[in-house]
């Protein structure tokens, strides 16, 4: 199966900074990879669609402005919280998913804002 | 947009069998598959079915009804370390999984 390396499996942040979430493919090519936020006991929630040499599509609700997704190769994507807020403290995760079977997902990030 | 429905937790104990429902609503259909998730780890592939019928994989199986919009997976033999929780999930036609709300599975000695 694919492999999703992500990084860092968890960050403690200050309120009003901004953090850096990478995402890698290390044996495939991604041109499409999604992220996802979990709340404690809650669901995966997708936040965004991230597309290889384009923009990235958000769901409804999502700041834009706020995560900021960049996938500019075939193997690296990345999600910037910035200026966060403790509110989003929460758990963030990277997928890959080919075609309509299996999900292949990232270790996860802890985002702790203090 | 899709909607799933699943129990938010079960108990057993060791050596049980356990069986956890998910319906599901969705404007486009692409099979239904089930992830586990440990406490503080990211969601692992158990289960996808596209047709109807049962999937069996060791001691784990999925089975799904197209026409009823339900699936359920069914954990044999349970062991200590299959305490967790469980996702069902839908496909959308642009690779999208939108997921249920989990079912948070304790296994008891």
């Known amino acids: 199966g694919a492999v999703v390396s992500q990084h860092p499996s968890w960050v403690i942040c200050k309120s009003g900074t901004s953090v850096k979430i990478e995402c890698r493919s290390l044996?495939?090519?991604?041109?499409?990879m999604f992220w996802y936020r979990q709340f404690p006991k809650q669901s995966l929630m997708l936040m965004a669609t991230?597309?290889?040499?384009?923009?990235?599509?958000?769901e409804q609700g999502v700041e834009k402005d706020k995560f900021l997704i960049n996938h500019a190769s075939l193997t690296l994507s990345t999600l910037t919280v910035t200026s966060a807020h403790p509110e989003d403290s929460s758990f963030y995760i990277c997928?890959?998913?080919?075609?309509?079977?299996?999900?292949?997902f990232g270790q996860g990030t802890r985002l702790t804002v203090v | 947009g899709q909607s799933l429905e699943q129990p938010s937790e079960v108990t057993a104990v060791e050596g049980a069998i356990v069986q956890i429902n998910c319906t599901y609503q969705t404007s486009g259909f692409y099979g239904l598959s089930w992830y586990q998730q440990h406490d503080g780890g990211a969601p692992t592939f158990l289960s996808y079915n596209a047709l109807d019928g049962l999937e069996e994989t060791g001691r784990f199986s999925s089975f799904l009804s197209r026409s009823d919009s339900y699936g359920y997976l069914l954990l044999q033999e349970l062991q200590m370390k299959d305490s967790a929780s469980y996702f069902c999930?839908?496909?959308?036609?642009?690779?999208?999984?939108?997921f249920g709300a989990g079912t948070t599975v304790t296994v008891r000695a």
């Open positions: 997928s890959y998913r080919s075609m309509n079977t299996e999900a292949f």
């Open positions: 999930a839908v496909g959308g036609g642009d690779y999208k999984l939108s």
């Open positions: 044996d495939f090519q991604a041109t499409t």
């Open positions: 991230s597309n290889e040499g384009s923009k990235a599509t958000y």
